[in-house]
Nanobody, 121 residues
Framework: QVQLVESGGGLVQPGGSLRLSCAAS????????MGWYRQAPGKQRELCAT???????NYADSVKGRFTISRDNAKNTIYLQMNSLKPEDTAVYYC???????????????WGQGTLVTVSS
């Protein structure tokens, strides 16, 4: 099994900042792309940002310039630094990882349980 554990969510005022973390553990040989997704109430889950093992990064237009994704491959951990937060950033944020559990086998798509971010005054 692969476990992804997110942390760092909470309540923040508009314009504020939060830093999310996601640590992967369990049966892991290699992790390829990792990313952050979010789901607001009544809406579909959407991409925020992804980062490959080599450090290639992709951002959704809605967070570009405000959010920064980073990765520590030695710790199987990714981070999401969120600045200039807006009420519309309120959502449950999920961590995702494309994991090769055993060398040479098909990768699995792992998800965390989510962490709630609320942006409100």
């Amino acid at each position: 099994q692969v476990q992804l554990v997110e942390s760092g969510g909470g309540l923040v005022q508009p314009g504020g900042s939060l830093r999310l973390s996601c640590a992967a553990s369990g049966s892991i040989f290699r992790i390829y792309t990792m990313g952050w997704y979010r789901q607001a109430p009544g809406k579909q889950r959407e991409l925020c940002a992804t980062i490959t093992a080599g450090g290639n990064i992709n951002y959704a237009d809605s967070v570009k310039g405000r959010f920064t994704i980073s990765r520590d491959n030695a710790k199987n951990t990714i981070y999401l630094q969120m600045n200039s937060l807006k009420p519309e950033d309120t959502a449950v944020y999920y961590c995702n990882a494309d994991v090769e559990k055993v060398y040479g086998t098909r990768t699995v798509d792992a998800w965390g349980q989510g962490t709630l971010v609320t942006v409100s005054s």
